[in-house]
């Protein structure tokens, strides 16, 4: 069993202000993890006041682009040569299906190298032609770090959500408290491990397992100068409001109800598949899971029915399973509510196709949920209008291809989303159409040099590349007298 009794606190493991250990469980058969230490407001403060110390004292704000690159290009290294290690803890913590997190490795990778190529063509400062050719000054324009970041990541694909925040704020010479779910304790401190290995300085980062009380503490912080925050719609408005009673810099990636448009001369076994890995992946438990599916009516009944034959295929049960392709939603309460609202869609009228709110057989001790799939839905019912977060697919019917764009922008939604045709061109100017940040054609998978991030109530700003990094500066222009040469 692993146990860590410290926290790390500014790039060292430092004793909390609680002694007291939380049982960390799989959510397979509530055996016991590990036993970890919490953080608890004061080691808040004390990591934030090393952040600060650290930007406003310390050498990281002032190194240049290129050592910042070389350290996080160290950290990068780190992690690949411990990707069996996070794959495990993660699918163990989780519940995510051990070849899924395995799979995941070579993307952390890639995810990280945007980061560093953005760095290396990264604008970092310029100098402006002024407009009246006969001025007689010139303006040097650099991007500066924010300062003290708040990275606040959720439980579902921690070391994804951890690496887009953390790698463009520490490229960009800030300084970082990360906090992260008390579920993802063990896989985070073995990031903190990681990170300590990386030769960062003293104070630059910190990372803290915490509760949603604690986390709010963190937000409020004064000397905390942006919040990173990937999470629900719910949690976002919240911390939102916070941020701006304070004019803090905020950066939101949140929830999201994301349609697949399936065109009438799309391969419609193609699309069955880009089912299973556009909105089944990682139990569904993703903001991105297109679990709309938005199918026309002349193939319904052909669509229903591959989409039946597929969910009804899917290997459940212990996620270390070379078999199991759902594994148990992340906690008791996860599980509940999407018990509830499978509930929910009988009751308000949708055909339930297959599953249902009865735990599989057999795997009654971990939270577990049999995939389901609705049909005859309509996009008013709450089934198709809210972020259940597991296992649940809704089809709905739509008249020609005006009536699939309507009811695709038809949500508060709007982060992903995805267009099948047999001819890409076509599916292109539909993709345009549709109000989301990303839209994904015949299964294309997102890249990470482009930007990331929702429309509406999907959050603000983004994530990715040279527009992710950008996010995590400030531009100071400075007017010097000359001309510019």
Request: a negative charge.
């Amino acid at each position: 069993m692993i146990t860590y009794e410290h926290l790390f606190i500014g790039g060292e493991w430092a004793t909390p202000s609680s002694a007291e250990l939380m049982d960390i469980r799989s959510p397979h058969d509530q055996s016991v993890l590990g036993r970890a230490a919490q953080a608890q407001p004061a080691d808040i403060d004390r990591a934030v006041a090393a952040a600060r110390k650290a930007f406003d004292e310390g050498p990281w704000p002032r190194t240049s682009p290129a050592e910042r690159i070389a350290v996080i290009r160290r950290l990068v290294k780190l992690r690949e040569e411990h990707a069996e290690e996070i794959a495990a803890l993660i699918s163990a913590e989780n519940g995510s299906a051990l070849w899924f997190t395995k799979a995941g490795q070579p993307g952390l990778t890639r995810q990280a190298n945007a980061y560093l190529k953005a760095a290396e063509e990264f604008a970092w400062e310029e100098t402006l032609q002024p407009s009246d050719p006969g001025a007689p000054f010139r303006s040097i324009v650099r991007r500066a770090a924010v300062g003290v970041v708040a990275a606040i990541i959720p439980w579902n694909s921690p070391f994804s959500s951890a690496m887009a925040k953390i790698l463009p704020a520490l490229l960009t010479g800030n300084t970082v408290v990360l906090k992260v779910s008390p579920e993802n304790t063990l896989s985070m401190n073995l990031l903190a491990r990681l990170l300590a290995e990386a030769g960062l300085p003293e104070g630059v980062i910190s990372v803290l397992p915490a509760d949603r009380e604690t986390s709010e503490h963190l937000v409020k912080h004064a000397d905390v100068d942006k919040i990173a925050f990937t999470g629900s719609t719910r949690a976002g408005r919240r911390i939102a409001s916070l941020a701006g009673e304070q004019l803090k810099r905020v950066s939101l990636e949140l929830g999201g109800k994301s349609a697949m448009i399936i065109l009438p001369d799309a391969d419609i076994d193609a699309a069955i598949q880009g089912v299973k890995f556009g909105s089944l992946l990682n139990n569904a438990e993703s903001c991105i899971a297109q679990t709309r599916i938005l199918a026309p009516r002349g193939r319904y009944d052909e669509i229903v029915a591959g989409l039946k034959e597929l969910v009804e295929s899917l290997g459940v049960g212990d996620p270390a399973g070379e078999s199991t392709f759902i594994g148990p939603m992340v906690r008791r309460d996860q599980q509940q509510r999407v018990l509830d609202y499978i509930r929910i869609g009988v009751s308000e009228g949708a055909r339930l196709v297959t599953g249902g709110p009865e735990v599989p057989a057999g795997l009654e001790s971990g939270f577990y949920v049999t995939p389901t799939l609705f049909a005859d839905v309509d996009n008013s019912m709450r089934i198709a209008k809210e972020e259940i977060f597991g296992p649940v697919l809704v089809v709905i019917a739509y008249d020609d291809e005006d009536d699939a764009v309507r009811i695709a922008n038809d949500s508060e939604y709007g982060l992903s989303g995805g267009v099948w045709s047999a001819d890409p061109a076509h599916a292109l100017e539909i993709a345009r159409r549709v109000r989301t940040g990303t839209v994904t054609i015949n299964g294309a998978p997102i890249g990470f040099d482009g930007p990331f991030g929702g429309f509406k109530a999907s959050g603000l700003g983004r994530e990715y590349g040279a527009v992710g990094l950008g996010t995590y500066t400030e531009y100071q222009t400075i007017t010097v007298p000359g001309r510019a040469r």
